[in-house]
Antibody, heavy 117, light 110 residues
Framework: QVQLQESGPGLVKPSETLSLTCTVS????????WSWVRQPPGKGLEWIGH???????FYNPSLESRVTISVDTSKNVFSLKVNSVTAADTAVYYCARGVYDALIDRWGQGTLVTVSS | QSALTQPASVSGSPGQSITISCTGT?????????VSWYQQHPGKAPKLMIY???ERPSGVSNRFSGSKSGNTASLTISGLQAEDEAAYYC??????????FGGGTKLTVL
């Protein structure tokens, strides 16, 4: 059974870098879009980006200058970094598996990251 | 990249049908038959309900159906049940392997 689990700090200071890891079990990395989606408290979902075939990355144009997604298949993890964070980056961050464009079939449980000094 | 436009809220009584719209542009919803719908209960991760405009994943009730006309996609839920009360989000391919979500619609079952 495919499972995804986010991990990382729950509190990040303004201007610093948010770093999260998603551990994947029960699935191969090839052929899927390994994605990050976030949801500010009380608001809607926002696609952050994904990595495809371990090398091709695609990002939301509004976040592209601050975001990096990478994968380490030897450890069965993929990661998210968001630079220069502000309070607007406070959100529940989900890692997810896409099987086709806009088609996400597996989600992590989500992890709340708060940006505050 | 602006979010696709969805009504903030819709409501219906048990047994009734409701439709949620999702309006984009010719660069996303209108340009591709790649629209999905997700259901999200409070505090939970989203769940896929419809993909490729009108396809239902295995295990999703046939009370859920999707369609598209021009730049607007729609999700219809027939025979409303209490457990359908949730937030619903559309998601579309937007070219160059990018995706975009709608702002979300809260469904209230009266």
């Amino acid at each position: 059974q495919v499972q995804l689990q986010e991990s990382g700090p729950g509190l990040v200071k303004p201007s610093e870098t948010l770093s999260l890891t998603c551990t994947v079990s029960g699935a191969s990395f090839n052929g899927f879009y390994w994605s990050w989606v976030r949801q500010p408290p009380g608001k809607g979902l926002e696609w952050i980006g994904h990595i495809y075939y371990s090398a091709n990355t695609f990002y939301n144009p509004s976040l592209e200058s601050r975001v990096t997604i990478s994968v380490d298949t030897s450890k069965n993890v993929f990661s998210l970094k968001v630079n220069s964070v502000t309070a607007a980056d406070t959100a529940v961050y989900y890692c997810a598996r896409g099987v086709y464009d806009a088609l996400i079939d597996r989600w992590g449980q989500g992890t709340l990251v708060t940006v505050s000094s | 990249q602006s979010a696709l436009t969805q009504p903030a809220s819709v409501s219906g009584s048990p047994g009734q049908s409701i439709t949620i719209s999702c309006t984009g542009t010719s660069s996303d919803v209108g340009g591709y038959n790649v629209v999905s719908w997700y259901q999200q209960h409070p505090g939970k991760a989203p769940k896929l309900m419809i993909y490729e405009v009108s396809e239902r994943p295995s295990g999703v009730s046939n009370r859920f159906s999707g369609s598209k006309s021009g730049n607007t996609a729609s999700l219809t839920i027939s025979g409303l049940q209490a457990e359908d009360e949730a937030a619903y989000y559309c998601c579309s391919f937007a070219g160059s392997s990018t995706w975009i979500f709608g702002g979300g619609t809260k469904l209230t079952v009266l």
